[in-house]
T-cell receptor, first 110, second 113 residues
Framework: DAKTTQPTSMDCAEGRAANLPCNHS???????VYWYRQIHSQGPQYIIH???NNETNEMASLIITEDRKSSTLILPHATLRDTAVYYC???????????FGTGTQLKVEL | GAVVSQHPSWVICKSGTSVKIECRSL??????MFWYRQFPKQSLMLMAT?????????EQGVEKDKFLINHASLTLSTLTVTSAHPEDSSFYIC?????????FGQGTRLTVV
């Protein structure tokens, strides 16, 4: 898996956009970027993934830089329920056998 | 979307006993499942890859005789923690691969007393 680096923690006000950065400078051309999140004492939940184009779904947007060395997960209107640890992962060979880093603890506050 | 169910959600057992955790893919088949362990305030660590109809593949440092994995059908993998000790207390999570992403169970909190 390509090594990813994320800030340890971030705070966000409810209703604001949460922008979570991830560096993956060693990513190779065919490696995707995946985002999962883990709410306390639950299993991880898939959010979104992308290769080189920006992606958007009902949960979030993923912005990948042109050189693919970093990406940003955007939660457009964060709610208290979005408080979780967010993991940026670039798995080798596909999206299933995952190596989790320390992730970013996002705290959404009133 | 696809659902992976784990059972039990939590279990307390006495030291020296064995505990079985089940992981089921409810609406799809999974020839491969993954088992993770998570200690408090730490990230998930992959323990092993469960393969339907064949032996599991264990990550380095994980004792295969202590963590028995059985994947007898395309929808069920089980993890048995044998002769559990307090240091085995942890959050155990399974996942099954989908077409593009992994689906995770809700996790099992094991406490060994």
């Amino acid at each position: 898996d390509a090594k990813t680096t994320q800030p340890t923690s971030m705070d966000c006000a409810e209703g604001r956009a949460a922008n979570l950065p991830c560096n993956h400078s060693t990513i190779s051309g065919n490696e995707y970027v995946y985002w999962y999140r883990q709410i306390h004492s639950q299993g991880p939940q898939y959010i979104i993934h992308g290769l080189k184009n920006n992606e958007t779904n009902e949960m979030a947007s993923l912005i990948i830089t042109e050189d693919r060395k970093s990406s940003t997960l955007i939660l457009p209107h964060a709610t208290l329920r979005d408080t979780a640890v967010y993991y940026c992962i670039s798995p080798l060979g596909g999206g299933n056998k995952l190596t989790f880093g320390t992730g970013t603890q996002l705290k959404v506050e009133l | 979307g696809a659902v992976v169910s784990q059972h039990p959600s939590w279990v307390i057992c006495k030291s020296g006993t064995s505990v079985k955790i089940e992981c089921r893919s409810l609406d799809f088949q999974a020839t491969t499942m993954f088992w993770y362990r998570q200690f408090p305030k730490q990230s998930l660590m992959l323990m092993a890859t469960s393969n339907e109809g064949s032996k599991a593949t264990y990550e380095q440092g994980v004792e295969k005789d202590k963590f028995l994995i059985n994947h007898a059908s395309l929808t069920l993998s089980t993890l048995t923690v044998t002769s559990a000790h307090p240091e085995d207390s942890s959050f155990y999570i399974c996942s099954a691969p989908g077409d593009t992403e992994a689906f995770f169970g809700q996790g099992t909190r094991l406490t060994v007393v």
